[in-house]
């Protein structure tokens, strides 16, 4: 008996990891290096393309109790992420590309495993799958599941943010502080004066975007929007979000700017850094232009400018269980961001639970419906609840985890028993 795992991102790893774990055997498809999809650079598993941070790494939100019960269960994924990990403050960031070679080095060692490196256009209905191709489905493979639903597909776009090198940031401009001075001062702030905004402002509204292959109009995903998007929602928009200036507070005036860019770090050796909030689908050229009004990026070596993808996911309410099987054949379950779930270690999470629960199946075994008081329980129960008629895609969050049992008078503490209760909750199953 073997199981096919179609895609070798990070559900796709994971799922096939959680299944060779069981001594059943997967083949994974993977079509890198042979075919790469617009977004993908590296012939490695697991590329984090958008950003590399895998978000807070706390109790006290949901995404640190998510990674804290993945860790807690085996996963593959967060056992390479805090290997490779660099400094960010409160966060979990890692170096991507040794991230991505650990991942690929694991998954290809595993004699469980056999990487066939070919684009999968065709489900066999009789055959085990996971399909974890992300929301970079390829053309092929988006016409067969569509086909193979009866139904069409949501889509949106994302994009993935500009990464400028360290030595070409002018320090005498920007200063290193993290937000409310809360973990290490990780973070490179590049501070603006009204005037400053203003004019950086008006040139990005009004800057080039590239051209959007495969769509008629572009549909956008509020958790990661183009910067040019959200700049033309109105003037202050960004001084609310990616330029928000509180609690950054200048070194030598103490003062706090009219609006502040933070860059973060991208490797291990704190040579290159991404810009935090700017996923954009500006030209190239542009996003030198207006990208160097930024005080501190005047001289900015750009390593990487930010791309435009498709983004693709199913209506899953209507078309999965929560043990991310189908439906409409208890053979094939689908795993990662093409699922409705948001965010590296949502995507982390599913293929956890859908390699699990095929490995399962497979052995005889009762599937694991995880608790909605878990945050693997609440993503979902959340992609699979069919009373949802808008779905939308959703990171991890306590609005869908299962409330507390009894009264806070503050969110932190509250937050912290429902992470407590969770993780007692999480270790009674049987993995």
């Avoid at 998510?66 to 403050?89: D, F, N, Y």
């Avoid at 320090?171 to 905004?197: F, H, L, Q, S, V």
């Avoid at 008078?409 to 912290?416: L, V």
Wanted: charged share 25%; aromatic share 10%; net charge neutral.
């Amino acid at each position: 008996m073997k199981v096919n795992v179609i895609g070798a991102g990070l559900a796709g790893c994971e799922a096939a990891w959680q299944i060779a774990k069981r001594n059943i055997d997967v083949n994974l498809y993977e079509m890198k290096p042979k075919k790469h999809s617009p977004a993908h650079k590296l012939d490695s598993f697991a590329e984090l393309v958008c950003s590399n941070s895998l978000r807070g790494a706390s109790l006290e939100n949901a995404v640190g109790l998510l990674k804290e019960e993945l860790r807690l269960g085996g996963s593959l994924i967060m056992e390479c992420a805090l290997q490779t990990q660099v400094p960010a403050g409160g966060a979990l960031a890692v170096d991507r590309e040794k991230f991505s070679t650990l991942v690929t080095e694991k998954i290809k060692n595993n004699p469980h495993i056999e990487i066939i490196n070919e684009e999968y256009t065709k489900i066999n209905p009789d055959e085990y799958t996971v399909i974890a191709t992300g929301p970079l489905t390829s053309d092929g493979l988006y016409e067969e599941i569509k086909n193979f639903f009866g139904e069409g597909y949501l889509h949106f776009f994302d994009a993935a943010a500009p990464i400028v090198t360290k030595e070409s940031i002018d320090m005498t401009k920007a200063y290193k502080k993290a937000r409310y001075d809360k973990g290490t001062p990780d973070y490179i702030n590049c501070p603006m004066t009204k005037e400053e905004y203003e004019n950086f402002w008006n040139e990005l509204v009004n800057a080039e975007v590239a051209e959007i292959h495969g769509a008629d109009k572009e549909v956008v995903f509020e958790g990661c929007m183009p910067v040019e998007t959200m700049a033309k929602r109105g003037k202050d928009t960004l001084l609310f979000g990616p330029l928000k200036p509180v609690g950054l507070e200048m070194p030598n005036t103490n003062e706090i700017p009219y609006a502040a860019i933070q860059l973060r770090q991208d490797n291990s050796e704190g040579t290159l850094y991404n810009i935090v909030g700017f996923q954009t689908h500006l030209k190239f050229g542009e996003q030198k232009r207006v990208f160097s009004m930024i005080p501190g990026l005047e001289m900015a070596e750009f390593v990487r400018y930010g791309v435009m993808h498709r983004n693709t996911f199913i209506n899953s309410p209507k078309l999965l269980y929560p043990t991310y099987c189908t439906r409409k054949n208890e053979k094939i379950y689908f795993a990662g961001q093409i699922t409705g779930v948001e965010g590296y270690v949502e995507s982390t999470s599913s293929g956890f639970v859908a390699g699990i629960n095929i490995a399962n199946k497979i052995l005889g075994k009762k599937e694991i419906i995880f608790p909605k008081e878990t945050a693997n329980g609440a993503l979902c129960h959340y992609i699979s609840d069919e009373s949802i008629s808008n779905f939308q895609p959703m990171n991890i969050t306590f609005g869908i985890i299962s409330p507390a049992d009894k009264k806070f008078k503050k969110k932190k503490e509250k937050n912290a028993y429902i992470s407590s209760r969770a993780i007692e909750i999480f270790n009674k199953i049987e993995l």
